[in-house]
Structure formats: structure tokens, C-alpha cells
């Protein structure tokens, strides 16, 4: 959000279409990215007003690998 709608590079709906609808085409999953019928049900919800720091041992992926860790 910070480095993309922040910065106006994306509005809010064309990242959420590349971070959903697209990438399910991109790495081509099916079932996924979209809240329709016979699709998987991931859903998150963003309030653009909360602030966090990035805490390696929270990061819920066998990957740890990103420049966040320690900011916020």
C-alpha cells in the first residue's frame, strides 16, 4: 500500500485486481481470486490506518525473505 496506492502508482482497485483476479491467471490457480461459488473463500481485510512492524518469528510462511522485517 505505502509503495503502491502511496505513492500513486496504483489506485486501491488495481491493487486489488493484480493481487487477486490477476495473479490467479499469472500463476494460473484455479479456484482462486474471486468471491463467487465454487471458489475458495480468502479473503483479507486492510485498514490502510494501522501501523505494525514486520517481526520475523510472526511471519506465517515457510519464507522469511523480505526487506520489512524490523520497519513498519
Do not use: H, Y
Not at 481485510?45 to 524490523?70: A, C, L, R
Request: glycine share 6%.
Amino acid at each position: 500500500m505505502t509503495e503502491l496506492v502511496d505513492k500513486k502508482i496504483l489506485t486501491w482497485p488495481q491493487l486489488v485486481e493484480r493481487m487477486s483476479a490477476r495473479a490467479r491467471k499469472d500463476c494460473r490457480l484455479a479456484k482462486k481470486g474471486a468471491l463467487q461459488e465454487g471458489f475458495d473463500g480468502d479473503l483479507t481485510i486492510i485498514d490502510p490506518e494501522e501501523e505494525w512492524e514486520v517481526k520475523e518469528e510472526e511471519i506465517q510462511s515457510k519464507s522469511k525473505n523480505t526487506p520489512f522485517i524490523g520497519g513498519n
